[in-house]
């Protein structure tokens, strides 16, 4: 994985600092190179870390016979394939990288170059012939890539922090996303908590022409349309092995990180000779929070299957008021996601073992239906009939701590006609009535609902299953790629999602829900591929995954500290405190259970705090 970083603009910018500042996501090489263009500047930098070819003739950017230049962060994992039909069309290949092979790809195909590519991938081609620059990103967004364009001149980069290292972007923070953040907990593609400052959305090329110094957005990719090209109707198996096959490809060593969940199992499975690195929790933390203990699980599995496994031991008490912090400027962008600190910890321990590539099961939640709140949305007519029976007992369900953060969403979701508010109320903390009463504008409410409205007026005619589905894909799915992104990067580790390409999504997306989930099962297509390997009471158990626990955070942070905190900080400008000093008082005075609301207010408010100008 690398770092780029980028501009189009009438003056020269020496993109030194703003490579530091991305130093791990590339610490092997840092080059960048500035072009005058038709009485403009672009300035191209690179951070490497080297996994394909280590040879420096592969640094960038990189030129090819000075008609193009390419800064690109990421694998395009097919680079094998592609390369061998470009050499029968002519082309000789100077290096062994998969960046040769892009830029080749691009003289060849044009703007079709998509699809034609299997990757992860951010780049930007400065193309002399055709007077353009070009930013692309990957399928599915796997790789973020940030920019800002102004008055004409355009500015791009892996990370914020180096975007805003550019004098000309300044931060100012959108009370729009604040309402949208609370909803969620994350933002839609391709919002970042910025006002101006966005995302190449995934699938996208955003083209900047040098004569005229207009802009065009082009989607080359969504899985809706029938016009992607791409060959379908394979088994879920073959799907799997051929995009392992392919992502396993690296002249760097390369492991598993293993949860002992289906997803990481599959994995392990069918590379059975690469090392496994798992993670495990205080045991009286996950009890006290109601959370199981994958642990176990993942031990019985690595015994069954010989696998070489690492244990990360986590800390008793994971977070600390200035660990959250440190979060904060590290995820950069509104989300508050709290697997942060555990994902960065395993980078580290698989550094710490000379690896330099890792493969997760990441992804497969949402491409496979692995979600409970998809069994939920699918079967939400007979979830409501039972919600009669278990209505009257919600109190008592509240004392046991397995369901008492869970509850108020379940009934909320049932409640809510608007499939919007509905849905939203399943994957965030927040539900739309306790949004009303929070947030100072209530207008913003009206705007996130037509933004997700636009997504959903594509799947209109598609099952609400679907629907959830599609909506996850510029939501729930890439929120989660950012967090691993960056905090795998911290560690100079690439991670990669062998579970989760453009034919998988491609081919899942036109399955029948039933192939997905029933009342009783969810992820089915994967438990398949593992039934005779293990037993079922290992398939199908209920999985925590890398969440950590919370509550022990809380029960350090007493209630007027944390009233103190959030009083004397930025929150008051966006939301009413009243209403959420009673949401700190529920919590401390046991009436429920409000850990995961308290956790998404306190890092909005160190968020603002840090963003704030």
């Given at each position: 994985?690398?770092?780029?970083?980028?501009?189009?603009?009438?003056?020269?910018?020496?993109?030194?600092?703003?490579?530091?500042?991305?130093?791990?996501?590339?610490?092997?090489?840092?080059?960048?190179?500035?072009?005058?263009?038709?009485?403009?500047?672009?300035?191209?930098?690179?951070?490497?870390?080297?996994?394909?070819?280590?040879?420096?003739?592969?640094?960038?950017?990189?030129?090819?016979?000075?008609?193009?230049?390419?800064?690109?962060?990421?694998?395009?994992?097919?680079?094998?394939?592609?390369?061998?039909?470009?050499?029968?069309?002519?082309?000789?290949?100077?290096?062994?990288?998969?960046?040769?092979?892009?830029?080749?790809?691009?003289?060849?195909?044009?703007?079709?170059?998509?699809?034609?590519?299997?990757?992860?991938?951010?780049?930007?081609?400065?193309?002399?012939?055709?007077?353009?620059?070009?930013?692309?990103?990957?399928?599915?967004?796997?790789?973020?890539?940030?920019?800002?364009?102004?008055?004409?001149?355009?500015?791009?980069?892996?990370?914020?922090?180096?975007?805003?290292?550019?004098?000309?972007?300044?931060?100012?923070?959108?009370?729009?996303?604040?309402?949208?953040?609370?909803?969620?907990?994350?933002?839609?593609?391709?919002?970042?908590?910025?006002?101006?400052?966005?995302?190449?959305?995934?699938?996208?090329?955003?083209?900047?022409?040098?004569?005229?110094?207009?802009?065009?957005?082009?989607?080359?990719?969504?899985?809706?349309?029938?016009?992607?090209?791409?060959?379908?109707?394979?088994?879920?198996?073959?799907?799997?092995?051929?995009?392992?096959?392919?992502?396993?490809?690296?002249?760097?060593?390369?492991?598993?990180?293993?949860?002992?969940?289906?997803?990481?199992?599959?994995?392990?499975?069918?590379?059975?000779?690469?090392?496994?690195?798992?993670?495990?929790?205080?045991?009286?933390?996950?009890?006290?929070?109601?959370?199981?203990?994958?642990?176990?699980?993942?031990?019985?599995?690595?015994?069954?299957?010989?696998?070489?496994?690492?244990?990360?031991?986590?800390?008793?008490?994971?977070?600390?008021?200035?660990?959250?912090?440190?979060?904060?400027?590290?995820?950069?962008?509104?989300?508050?996601?709290?697997?942060?600190?555990?994902?960065?910890?395993?980078?580290?321990?698989?550094?710490?073992?000379?690896?330099?590539?890792?493969?997760?099961?990441?992804?497969?939640?949402?491409?496979?239906?692995?979600?409970?709140?998809?069994?939920?949305?699918?079967?939400?007519?007979?979830?409501?009939?039972?919600?009669?029976?278990?209505?009257?007992?919600?109190?008592?369900?509240?004392?046991?701590?397995?369901?008492?953060?869970?509850?108020?969403?379940?009934?909320?979701?049932?409640?809510?006609?608007?499939?919007?508010?509905?849905?939203?109320?399943?994957?965030?903390?927040?539900?739309?009535?306790?949004?009303?009463?929070?947030?100072?504008?209530?207008?913003?409410?009206?705007?996130?609902?037509?933004?997700?409205?636009?997504?959903?007026?594509?799947?209109?005619?598609?099952?609400?299953?679907?629907?959830?589905?599609?909506?996850?894909?510029?939501?729930?799915?890439?929120?989660?790629?950012?967090?691993?992104?960056?905090?795998?990067?911290?560690?100079?580790?690439?991670?990669?999602?062998?579970?989760?390409?453009?034919?998988?999504?491609?081919?899942?997306?036109?399955?029948?829900?039933?192939?997905?989930?029933?009342?009783?099962?969810?992820?089915?297509?994967?438990?398949k591929i593992l039934m005779g390997l293990f037993s079922k009471s290992i398939i199908n158990r209920k999985k925590t995954g890398l969440n950590p626990p919370l509550e022990p955070f809380f029960n350090v942070f007493d209630c007027e500290t944390l009233k103190k905190v959030l009083k004397d900080g930025p929150l008051k400008n966006f939301l009413k405190l009243d209403y959420v000093f009673s949401l700190v008082d529920e919590h401390y005075q046991k009436k429920k259970n409000n850990t995961y609301k308290l956790w998404q207010l306190l890092y909005l408010n160190f968020w603002i705090e840090e963003n704030e100008n």
């Open positions: 994985m690398c770092g780029i970083v980028g501009y189009i603009s009438n003056s020269s910018i020496d993109l030194k600092s703003n490579l530091n500042l991305m130093n791990h996501r590339g610490p092997d090489a840092s080059k960048s190179k500035v072009s005058r263009h038709n009485k403009l500047y672009i300035g191209l930098g690179h951070c490497r870390l080297s996994i394909i070819d280590l040879d420096e003739k592969s640094d960038q950017p990189f030129n090819f016979k000075d008609k193009y230049e390419i800064i690109f962060n990421g694998e395009i994992y097919n680079f094998i394939e592609l390369r061998n039909e470009l050499i029968k069309q002519g082309y000789v290949f100077n290096t062994k990288s998969d960046t040769e092979v892009l830029i080749t790809a691009y003289d060849f195909y044009g703007m079709n170059l998509f699809d034609h590519l299997n990757g992860m991938y951010a780049f930007a081609i400065l193309d002399k012939i055709n007077n353009k620059v070009i930013l692309a990103r990957d399928h599915l967004g796997i790789k973020p890539l940030y920019y800002f364009l102004d008055k004409k001149k355009l500015f791009f980069a892996s990370e914020l922090k180096s975007l805003f290292n550019f004098k000309s972007v300044k931060k100012k923070i959108s009370k729009y996303d604040i309402t949208e953040f609370l909803f969620n907990g994350w933002l839609y593609e391709p919002n970042t908590g910025f006002q101006n400052i966005i995302k190449i959305m995934p699938g996208e090329a955003l083209v900047y022409d040098l004569i005229s110094e207009n802009t065009e957005k082009i989607i080359y990719f969504d899985v809706i349309n029938d016009n992607n090209n791409i060959a379908h109707e394979k088994t879920t198996n073959e799907l799997i092995e051929r995009s392992l096959d392919i992502q396993c490809r690296s002249d760097v060593p390369l492991g598993i990180f293993f949860s002992g969940g289906v997803d990481s199992t599959v994995i392990a499975s069918k590379v059975k000779e690469a090392k496994c690195i798992t993670a495990r929790y205080n045991n009286n933390d996950l009890i006290h929070s109601g959370m199981g203990n994958d642990y176990d699980y993942s031990m019985k599995i690595a015994n069954k299957t010989n696998l070489d496994m690492s244990t990360v031991t986590l800390p008793k008490t994971i977070y600390t008021v200035d660990e959250i912090k440190r979060i904060v400027k590290l995820n950069e962008e509104l989300i508050s996601d709290f697997t942060f600190q555990i994902s960065e910890m395993l980078a580290y321990e698989a550094k710490s073992k000379g690896f330099k590539v890792m493969l997760s099961g990441m992804g497969a939640d949402e491409l496979y239906g692995g979600y409970p709140r998809y069994k939920l949305v699918k079967y939400k007519t007979i979830f409501k009939i039972i919600s009669y029976f278990i209505y009257p007992f919600r109190f008592f369900l509240n004392k046991f701590s397995s369901f008492n953060k869970k509850t108020d969403r379940f009934f909320s979701f049932l409640s809510e006609k608007n499939f919007i508010f509905s849905y939203s109320s399943l994957v965030g903390y927040f539900n739309k009535t306790e949004i009303e009463k929070i947030i100072i504008d209530r207008s913003t409410i009206s705007i996130f609902k037509n933004k997700i409205s636009k997504l959903l007026e594509k799947v209109s005619n598609e099952s609400d299953f679907k629907k959830a589905f599609y909506l996850d894909l510029y939501g729930f799915l890439p929120h989660n790629f950012i967090v691993a992104d960056k905090s795998s990067m911290q560690a100079s580790i690439e991670l990669r999602v062998p579970l989760v390409n453009k034919h998988i999504l491609y081919e899942n997306f036109r399955k029948q829900d039933s192939f997905f989930i029933n009342i009783l099962n969810l992820k089915k297509p994967l438990k």
